[in-house]
């Protein structure tokens, strides 16, 4: 032991490599742990461990025994070659043949093996065919058909929803056109307005007939106007104004009344009945009112009759 410690203590790396299991760098961190007062004391190297150590020492052990052959005495050598010969073995009894009975009853229990397997197997085979017989129609059932159903449904709100955009788009352009012809009539009635004045100036200034007339004329204009808006604001169920108008024009059209000739005395009186009902369904029966208000409209659009 003392050798193999002076061994661990001065041996090279070179020298220690050549053990199995021992690296250079565990050869160098061996290097470096020295000197080892016991050859256990080289376990604190790093990488090193007991088998190691094992190893390393039996190769020392190896590399100085000397060899058994030339140290042997001539005596001892004579004796090995004195020695007899160990006898041979003698060979093992061979296995009794088997009889008929048993290679029937291996045969048969090999087909009866062949044949449970062939049963498993078709059993096996036809339980995927009922799965795929009893269960293909159940996931058509409830899967595939409720997802086509879902995908229907969700094309036809698609549809519906373009529909519908389609019809807001359309409304939308009904409503500017309104609001158009709305602006159209205020426009008009504005002029109106500025005429009538300017002819009722004139009016009192000369007492004119002619000027009277087209007097007339401007105010049953404006109120055909009036009425033009008011059917335009019942179609945008703008009731109040709606009625606004309906009273404005039902006010010319009274107005106008008064001073008129004997021949307009009966279309004005026609006239302003609708109105009437026009103003008592306004705003609670307003698809009343746009009736008669429609067929005042109409009556006007006739023109009175002149004398």
């Known amino acids: 032991m003392n050798d193999f410690l002076n061994f661990l203590n001065t041996a090279e790396a070179d020298k220690l490599i050549q053990t199995p299991g021992i690296s250079r760098p565990l050869a160098e961190s061996l290097i470096a742990a020295r000197p080892f007062e ?34 042997a005495p001539p005596e001892e050598s004579r004796a090995a070659l004195a020695a007899p010969a160990t006898p041979p073995a003698p060979n093992p009894p061979a296995e009794p043949s088997s009889t008929f009975g048993e290679r029937m009853g291996k045969a048969a229990l090999n087909f009866f093996r062949a044949f449970v397997r062939l049963i498993l197997t078709l059993a096996f085979i036809a339980a995927l065919a ?19 159903k879902n995908t229907a449904q969700i094309e036809a709100l698609q549809t519906q929803t373009a529909d519908l955009q389609n019809q807001m788009d359309a409304t939308n352009a009904q409503v500017s056109a309104l609001q158009a012809d709305i602006e159209a009539h205020t426009a008009s009635l504005t002029k109106l307005e500025e ?3 300017a002819l009722e100036k004139e009016v009192s200034a000369q007492n004119n007939s002619v000027m009277l007339a087209l007097e007339r004329e401007v105010k049953f204009t404006r109120a055909v106007e009036m009425l033009a808006r008011a059917r335009l604001y019942l179609s945008q169920s703008n009731f ?3 009625k606004t108008d309906v009273q404005s024009a039902r006010d010319l059209l009274a107005e106008l009344k008064t001073t008129a000739p004997a021949a307009q005395t009966q279309p004005l009186n026609e006239i302003l009945a609708r109105l009437d009902l026009a103003l008592g369904n306004l705003p609670d029966l307003p698809v009343i009112a746009a009736d008669d208000v429609n067929i005042a409209w109409e009556l006007m659009m006739r023109g009175l009759p002149q004398p």
């Open 38 to 71: 016991t050859a256990e004391d080289c376990l604190k190297a790093r990488g090193m461990g007991k088998a190691l150590l094992t190893r390393l020492q039996a190769a020392f052990e190896a590399q100085n025994q000397p060899d058994v052959e030339e140290s």
């Open 240 to 242: 109040g104004l709606a």
């Open 130 to 148: 009922a799965a795929a017989y009893y269960g293909l129609p159940y996931l058509n059932q409830k899967l595939i058909v409720p997802v086509e």
């Open 195 to 197: 005429m009538q004045a």
